[in-house]
């Protein structure tokens, strides 16, 4: 019922993208984010494409595994897409059916942003395929390190993250155990109606809820006895390190931002052209 | 043994304890106790007999309500010094799950010594150190919730190793492994023990554990009771008795032995207890002797209920980079009336494949997705795996399986976590209105009063009572009743004596062998426990690697000892003793229940007297 996700979707093989340093890779999500939403045209938008091709071979990830993910968010996808084509206004009127009016400007814009969030979701998705929820926390402790000077709990807040990955596995365990019990005895969680099914998991939720706050105490005891005392006075065995691989990655990703932002200025609108085009014709 | 002079590194005076709610209520009463330094010192005691607040009380996690307890030098009452004394007092726990912080081991092994400061380098040094004194250096970077459950105590042993304590305390850490992983994390202890001169504090309710150490203690509500070598505190069986505790069972062998004539002396070790009863034929003269084998009669069953198997293969999560294989082509037929048991170690796949007895887990065919694949060409049709449980088809989508469910009652491993109902008798109830909607309230409050009793609860004091009120072995036979009050004619039980003291388990196991007398038709057990299951099944399959590999009565299936060894699994004590008395030319024929070894036993001893 509920599946494996201690990993996220991390997909286990060894490539460059795998084993660049998490920080890079976060920054380097944001600055390919940013540099999506600034690109003001398809210029632009084709050197994302090609940082995110490049990205893909880097991590040696079947296409059709990053592809999967944008199976989540098509629904999402397809309806602003539709929203967009019929509500956005224009000059350049293609077809006119009682209230619906599709405009060229709209058809254009459509596909723009179609191919946005779709290099979007796509980028995203190669960072947890490429990086363990683990990594993941480590690089976002070391990132908001700064903040502790401004008495922000960063340690504490890790080791909420970090305890928190640890037992998602075993409390998803234990949900299915339970499940299978009381599945056992005659319960029913697939018919009925929503009040019905909402009923029927109360003998789910008690024993999990309960397990959660033995098992939370019998943790902190463990803690406890291994002398945890806050993060005073605390050495930290793992330590993020910049390799070559890294400083690759930065140099591709400031190159993306600034390719980007020189096409705003300098690269002549496309639309413009298309509407050139048409008007020939 | 240490010397009797060497320094206390622990010292109890007169100490006692009470947890808050229960005031006056002693949980530790004027404990008086020593520890010396490089000691093995094993604590014996019923649940509830105060070992476990002992350990917490060492280390400070508990604070005394009166006495004085000295570890190192350093007085643990004054609250101050807990910190520093829990760098030199480690503590393992019972549940490896639910003591460890990280998700790699290295990180988890690093998390003891980041809190006390230690150097980034050294913190490398020391897992290394710790991880390779519990043989786990290849796991470094192994994520713990996919290792074995002994591997992952193991690992929570490492953790607490790598803060470098001088003595170490295990709390029932073996209670939840199977006989392989307990092997592995008392063959670690002992190592450290004796080659790294850790002292070792071992609290447990396994006897057999309890006898690797120098010194036992036993508790008894909250008291020490008994304190001296194991030798001598096996030897006093009666009073062990008295405290809710059982002997091993090589000291029953020896007992009942005795009282037959033998003279024996109190061995702890199998090849020791064979050469001793060898030595006892000798002295009489009998050089090669041979007790008969017992002729087994076929129990007469109407065969109503016969559970078949044929062709089960089952892989968890299928199509991802993770998939395992749990089952490969199971083929195995349970006779109605039979106490089966199921054996084989953690991950063996023996859960798995009893969840597909009541459909937890369906058949493939038996989905509501499930479109028959045409064949490839030039490859066979591969074989569907079949399941009938009485006259339930498995295989067929139009199967009632709540019908299925009703008849086939399952009781998982640690049933009591499954309770939730504000009173014992809603919560026995919950499954009796789940599957019969059309039942009166006199027919439900029968049913529920019915299985209440039958698992030995009082049924007037505990139905009004929140089932989380009930003490341990309580809230599993309520939970037990839960299950059987729709009356199943076939009855699993996963693991129904795990975690249990052994007084607990001679219980629990007595109660199945009555519901098999009097409610249910088959009973079937899984389980790891290899004495658990030749003393009470009638017949048992061993399943390794997702594949049955024997499955026969315990007498025969216990014979084969060197396959089963290979397959890491261990064989009961009767069988080991019998194996060493092959050596010396006697051979046993027995069940091998202790009873009937001793029995056969003397029964060659006397008939080569004659």
Known sequence: ?281 | MPEPTSENVIQFENVKFSYAGAEGVFAVNGVNLEVRRGEFLSVIGHNGSGKSTLARLVNGLLEADSGKITVLGMGVSEGKNSLEIRRHVGIVFQNPDNQMVASIVEDDVAFGPENIGVEREEIGRRIEWALKAVGMEQYREATPTRLSGGQKQRIAIAGVLAIKPEILILDESTAMLDPKGRREVMEVVSRLNKDEGMTVILITHFMEEALLADRCVVMNRGEIVLTGTPEEIFENGEKLEAYNLSLPRISEIINDLTLGGMNLSNVLRPEELAKEIAQNFKDKGIENAESPADKIADSASQHLWDVSVKNLTFTYSKKSPFATKALKGINLRIDDGEFFGIIGHTGSGKSTLVQHLNALIKLPQAQKRYRAKKPKKGKPVPELPQITVGEFDLANKKTDFKALRASVGMVFQYPEYQLFAETVFADVAFGLKNFKKDLSKEEIEKAVRDSIEVVGLNYNEVKDKSPFDLSGGQKRRAAIAGVIVTRPSVLILDEPAAGLDPLGKKEIMELLHKLHREWCNTVIIVSHDMDEVAENCTKAAVISNGEVVACDRPCNLFKDSESLFALGLDIPLTSKICEELKKYGITINCDCTPKDFAAKVLKAYGGGNA
């Open chain 1, 1 to 281: 019922m509920l599946n494996d996700v201690t990993f996220g979707q991390y997909y286990p093989v060894k490539s460059f993208a795998h084993r660049s340093d998490p920080r890079i890779k976060l920054l380097a999500l944001i600055a390919y984010i940013v540099a999506l939403f600034l690109a003001k045209n398809f210029y632009g938008l084709a050197l994302c494409f090609l940082v995110l091709c490049t990205a893909i071979i880097a991590s040696r990830v079947p296409l059709g595994r990053v592809l999967r993910s944008v199976k989540a968010v098509l629904i999402l996808l397809v309806f602003t897409a539709v929203l967009n084509l019929f509500f956005h206004g224009g000059s350049h009127l293609l077809v006119h059916w009682g209230i619906i009016k599709i405009y060229l400007e709209g058809v254009i814009f459509t596909v723009f942003f179609v191919f946005r969030l779709f290099f979007l979701v796509m980028g995203s998705a190669l960072l947890t395929l490429t990086t363990t929820p683990v990594e993941l926390t480590d690089g976002i402790e070391s990132l908001l390190k700064p903040l502790k000077y401004i008495k922000f709990p960063v340690h504490e807040l890790a080791l909420i993250m970090s305890i928190a990955l640890r037992f998602i596995p075993t409390l998803i365990d234990e949900t299915n155990r339970i499940i299978s019990a009381q599945k056992a005895r005659g319960a029913d969680f697939e018919s009925g109606n929503i009040f019905k099914r909402i009923k029927a998991i109360v003998p789910i939720l008690i024993p999990l809820l309960i397990s959660a706050f033995r098992r939370a105490e019998e943790l902190g005891d463990a803690m406890d006895a291994r002398c945890y005392s806050g993060s005073k006075n605390r050495t930290k065995y793992k330590k993020l390190r910049f390799g070559w691989r890294d400083l690759i990655c930065f140099l591709v990703f400031a190159a993306l931002i600034t390719g980007v932002v020189m096409f705003n200025i300098y690269a002549a609108d496309i639309f413009p052209l298309i509407y050139e085009y048409i008007r020939i014709n």
